[in-house]
């Protein structure tokens, strides 16, 4: 069981491999790591990162703070009839990194609390504020992430024609 937001999806599309390279080129700018969108006017690009022959690893462009917006990895596989692209997005490295870190520390709060408290009652503040701390973020990372998913899923559907497949 996966905790951590993520996304596989198979998608197929009538382009050719080079064309969906294309592209995938002609909207990726090379990935910036600090973006000040106040002083530079927009690119026009939806994406940032790395295109190659068969596979991409980008993000959406964004003007605004979400660390929770996914990370896209794609390969592509050519077919008699288009091509399957085979997509995963997932969270930042570093972010799930810090991720865990905070909610080992909640979770610590939290435990450490329960073992305190007599005979196990959820009553404690501490308990119930480190519950709520862990269920609040957890809620705030799984639907920023999502709303994210949703607004990438439709720029590569219409940017490269795709079709979800029944294949998994």
Same mark, same amino acid.
């Not at 690119?43 to 660390?67: A, H």
């Not at 939290?110 to 119930?128: D, Q, R, T, Y």
């Given at each position: 069981?996966? %905790?951590?937001? #993520? ?5 197929? *599309? ?20 600090? /973006?000040? +969108?106040? #002083?530079?006017?927009? +690119?026009?690009?939806? =994406? ?12 959406? @462009?964004?003007?605004? /703070? ?6 896209? /990895? ?6 008699? *009839?288009? &091509?399957? @692209? /085979? ?11 810090? !991720?865990?870190?905070?909610?080992? @520390?909640? +979770?610590?709060?939290? =435990? +450490?609390?329960? &073992? #305190? *408290? ?12 480190? =519950? *709520?701390?862990?269920?609040? #973020?957890?809620?705030?990372? @799984? !639907?920023? =992430? ?15 024609? %795709? ?6």
């Amino acid at each position: 069981m996966n %905790l951590l937001p #993520f996304e596989k999806i198979i998608y197929q *599309s009538k382009l050719t491999q080079t064309e969906i390279t294309q592209r995938l080129q002609q909207e990726t700018v090379p990935l910036q790591y600090i /973006r000040i +969108s106040f #002083f530079k006017k927009p +690119s026009g690009k939806k =994406f940032e990162g790395k295109v190659l022959e068969n596979s991409f690893n980008i993000q959406r @462009i964004i003007y605004y /703070r979400n660390s929770f917006l996914p990370v896209i /990895r794609g390969k592509v596989e050519e077919e008699p *009839s288009g &091509s399957i @692209i /085979r997509l995963e997005m997932q969270l930042n490295t570093f972010v799930k990194v810090f !991720l865990i870190f905070f909610l080992a @520390i909640a +979770s610590t709060g939290f =435990f +450490s609390a329960k &073992s #305190f *408290s007599p005979a196990n009652e959820i009553s404690s503040p501490v308990m119930l504020l480190s =519950f *709520s701390m862990i269920l609040l #973020f957890y809620m705030i990372i @799984i !639907l920023t =992430f999502h709303y994210e998913v949703k607004k990438a899923k439709k720029n590569l559907e219409v940017l490269l024609d %795709l079709e979800i497949s029944n294949r998994f």
